[in-house]
């Protein structure tokens, strides 16, 4: 049952520097011996872990006294992930370490090394990561564009706004020149219509932020 739960179950034995495969697929590209010396089945794992730092990692990992140092009583499991290349068959594999059994100071003395094929997970995982940056783009491009057009827009409205003061204040000097006081007058309701209309740009914005918006033809 454990078997099948696992791509490869392998009882190792620190003390005794064996190994041996308790199942997992046999072919040309897995370890040809099913038993052997614990350091062979390393070097073995060395070949097949992609990238030399993970290989340096993996060799580190390995180690008797790495194992012993990470696996103090209490502690019983050590888990990590690495790509393997079993033939040119390159995936990712979840692997861990299990203590079974301890000498009389309780150091570990025999593992478990169990393997199990992550690739299509991680392959989601990437899926997943690639699909939150664009949405993080995406949203930080939307907050840009608003806040471009939040400046650019208190300037636009600036600019009718000094216009209607402006003229109101002149009509007002010149309260008895009536040709004056008209001249401002309209320089005012164009100004208003202006301000009128970014003023709808605005509302138009928000009704977008809302789905809200409506064409009128």
Known sequence: GVAKLTERLVLMDLD?????????????????ELEGSYTAMIERLQGL?????????VAKLYDKHTIIDLMPPGS?????????????????????????????????????????????LK?????LQLAMEDSYRAAVAANNAKSDFL?????????????????????EAHIDNKAKVSDCLRKISVS??????????????SKLDGAKITLNR
């Open 16 to 32: 005794a520097d064996r190994f041996r495969y308790m199942s997992g697929p046999v072919t040309p590209s897995d370890p040809y």
């Open 49 to 57: 872990v992609v990238g030399a730092e993970a290989k340096a990692e």
């Open 76 to 120: 019983d499991e050590i888990r990590f992930e690495c790509q393997m290349n079993h033939g040119g068959d390159v995936k990712w594999e979840d692997i861990n370490l299990i203590c079974v059994q301890r000498d009389a100071a309780g150091m570990p003395t025999r593992l478990l090394y169990t393997t199990q094929d992550v690739t299509a």
């Open 123 to 127: 392959q989601r995982e990437k899926q």
């Open 151 to 171: 400046s650019r827009m208190s300037h636009d409205i600036r600019t009718p706004m000094n216009a209607i003061t402006g003229m109101t204040a002149l009509a």
């Open 192 to 205: 208003s219509k202006h301000l009128l209309s970014l003023i709808n740009d605005v509302l138009d914005m």
